[in-house]
């Protein structure tokens, strides 16, 4: 019999996938992990090169036009190869102990809900999938007896914080965050903010979505809602610090006056090895921190103005229902945009501010738990409107500068 534990990593050529891999291979590789499936998206070379050393029973990309490529790569390997979205969910169907959900963005809904429908373990990377469809993303898991482990450094640093303590008596939780790329540039420098300026983070390495994320806040305005559908905790106690030194990862503070607060190295390794390795804690290849060389951990409260994207998920928050797919979805879009040239990186929050306005008089926007079909309809339906708002601001940007 296999005694090997199975595993999935959606997204494994990705910063997360990667430091997932690191992991796996640390730990014993093939020789400890049955890998069921890999999966990634342009990056056929290093998702071969991740299957094969993996000895993976599936690796799937998700473009159609690098199944070739990818078929190519794999040729004699007797991993099994597959393309496109459908190949994706169906890679998902099939059952893995612990599953990393680590895709970028609002592709990785549809695999993380299929994995969890066998139950086991997922560990959560991917925070749109709980920002679009919290409810039902937990509802799914209870009723198939599975597990979600969560992965942002964030989410892990609250999970930790709160073992062995009953959540009546939590009183607040603070997210911290560094900041970003901009957090002391003058505000009004940012309306000329580059791509390139915007992808470079202070202290976390990561995709460039995300740290451009980081720098608007947006990925803050993320983790606050994906704080209130993981733990359950309403808006108002829930809270942003700017720690420039991202060494506080989260802090829970109690009813007794107390606080429990969460400290590590940068290293999304702690928090991906958590959640491998949960409820045991292993020995993982991650800086420890000397407190005395650090001396000093700063903390400040955002400034609205520099970071408008938190105000517009405390929006999101009220509403509800649909309102979180909506808000994901503008702002995927809005970031493309940006990315593409097409707006400022001022211009983000406004077109998802103008795409939450134009959605917010609709049934079904409010708190009832929208099904995944609604949930996809919404996303789409934002997404086009996010585009042409996106398109219309660029116009008027660039007339104006003409
Ligand atoms: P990356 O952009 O580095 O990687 C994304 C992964 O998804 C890659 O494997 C990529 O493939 C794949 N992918 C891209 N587009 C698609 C698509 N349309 N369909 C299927 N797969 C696709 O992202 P990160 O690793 O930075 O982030 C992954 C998730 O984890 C995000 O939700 C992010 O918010 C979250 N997260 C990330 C953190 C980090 O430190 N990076 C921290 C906390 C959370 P390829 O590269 O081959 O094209």
């Known amino acids: 019999m296999d005694e090997r534990r199975s595993v999935s990593v959606f997204g494994s050529t990705g910063s997360i996938g990667e430091s997932t891999f690191d992991l796996l291979m640390r730990q014993g590789g093939p020789r ?3 890998t069921v ?4 998206g342009r990056n056929v070379a290093r998702l071969a090169e991740m299957a094969r050393a993996l000895q993976a029973e599936l690796a799937v990309t998700a473009h159609e036009d690098c199944l070739r490529p990818l078929q190519a790569a794999l040729a004699g390997s007797g991993v099994e190869v597959a393309a496109g979205a459908q190949a994706l969910a169906e890679a998902a169907d099939r059952p893995a102990g612990w599953v990393m959900s680590a895709i970028v963005g609002a592709a990785g809904l549809v695999p993380g809900f299929r994995a969890l429908a066998h139950g086991g373990t997922l560990a959560l990377a991917n925070k749109e999938s709980l920002v679009t469809a919290g409810p039902l993303l937990m509802e799914t898991a209870r009723k198939a007896k ?3 482990l969560p992965v942002d450094s964030e989410h892990s640093a609250i999970f930790q914080s709160l073992l062995s303590e ?6 607040r939780v603070i997210l911290t965050a560094s900041g ?3 957090r002391d540039w003058p505000v009004e420098r940012l309306v000329a903010a580059t791509v390139a300026e915007a992808s470079t983070h202070p202290n976390w390495a990561m995709g460039q979505r995300i740290t451009i994320d980081s720098a608007s806040m947006f990925n803050k305005a993320l983790e606050l809602i994906e704080t209130r559908e993981f733990f359950g905790i309403d808006p108002d106690r829930i809270e942003v610090l700017v720690h420039p030194e991202s060494l506080v990862h989260a802090l829970v503070a109690f009813c007794d006056g107390g606080m429990i607060g969460h400290l590590g190295a940068p290293d999304m390794r702690h928090a991906i090895g958590y959640a491998l390795n949960w409820p045991d804690r292993t020995p993982l290849p991650v800086a420890r921190l000397d407190l005395a060389r650090v001396g000093s951990l700063t903390f400040r409260a955002p400034d609205p103005l520099r970071y408008p994207a938190l105000a517009l998920a405390r929006q999101v928050m009220d509403k509800g229902g649909l309102a979180g797919a909506v808000f994901n979805a503008a702002k995927e879009a809005a970031l493309d945009a940006f990315i593409e040239g097409q707006i400022c990186f001022t211009d983000m929050a406004g077109v998802v501010e103008t795409v939450l306005e134009d959605f917010s008089g609709r049934t079904g926007f409010g ?4 099904p995944l079909e609604a949930v996809l309809a919404a996303d789409s339906e934002a997404r086009a409107r996010a585009r042409s708002v996106a398109e219309r601001t660029g116009d008027k940007r660039w007339k104006s500068r003409a």
């Open 32 to 34: 400890a992990y049955r």
């Open 37 to 40: 499936a890999l999966t990634g």
């Open 146 to 148: 599975a597990r979600i």
């Open 166 to 171: 009953e959540m009546t008596s939590v009183e």
């Open 180 to 182: 970003g790329a901009f």
């Open 367 to 370: 708190p009832a738990l929208a």
